[in-house]
């Protein structure tokens, strides 16, 4: 089972971390988890998680910052829906993920490979106002390291082909949408929001 991981030794205890993360735009849900684990049991990737969603809770609560913020359960939280939809707290769990995945990026928590997927996305969406997996792609590389491209291509290159032969892979950059200014400025505006929220 995935709650069963080993222990990480010596544990470090955070007493302002749930208070942190509580501090979120959807942290506060945490307090109303009741730890039944319907979560687990509706996680098409929980055996792949290192923890499961009301473990991770768990884990916050008690200021066990480190074991938390290095887990992968955030990373393999595929957005489906699933956890928030038998929840019977209601708790959205997906939502309470991205905010994790955001803080775990911030205090630089950034090893996996979809903590580095995550940036690439957000960085192309950013820029151009409308995502192009070219673009994508490069961003990812660049944040893996060039040193992992040989890995990356063997590993992508059977989808990226396909892709490619359905017409779903382009070569050039979209054009960007209308109304790109009043966007950009919305996503400054959030950014400065959240800093001064931060503060």
């Not at 010596?10 to 988890?33: H, I, M, P, T, W």
Request: with cysteine; glycine share 10%.
């Amino acid at each position: 089972m995935a709650d069963a991981n080993a222990s990480p030794g010596r544990l470090k205890y955070d007493a302002g971390f749930a208070r942190e993360v509580y501090g979120l735009e959807n942290g506060s849900y945490l307090k109303q988890c009741m730890q039944c684990g319907v979560c687990a049991v509706s996680c098409a990737t929980f055996k792949i998680m290192d923890y499961s969603p009301r473990r991770l809770f768990a884990l916050i609560r008690a200021g066990r910052k480190e074991q938390a913020m290095k887990s992968n359960t955030m990373w393999m939280c595929t957005s489906c829906l699933m956890c928030k939809a038998r929840c019977p707290r209601g708790i959205p769990i997906i939502d309470v993920m991205h905010d994790l995945k955001g803080l775990a990026l911030k205090q630089g928590y950034v090893n996996y490979p979809q903590a580095a997927l995550y940036e690439a996305f957000w960085k192309d969406l950013a820029c151009r106002g409308k995502v192009f997996t070219g673009g994508v792609i490069k961003n990812y590389v660049l944040k893996r390291g060039l040193n992992n491209l040989p890995k990356i291509i063997g590993q992508q290159k059977d989808v990226g082909l396909k892709m490619l032969s359905h017409g779903r892979l382009p070569l050039l950059p979209p054009k960007a949408p209308k109304g790109k200014k009043q966007l950009m400025q919305m996503v400054k505006r959030a950014q400065e929001l959240e800093q001064k929220g931060a503060k």
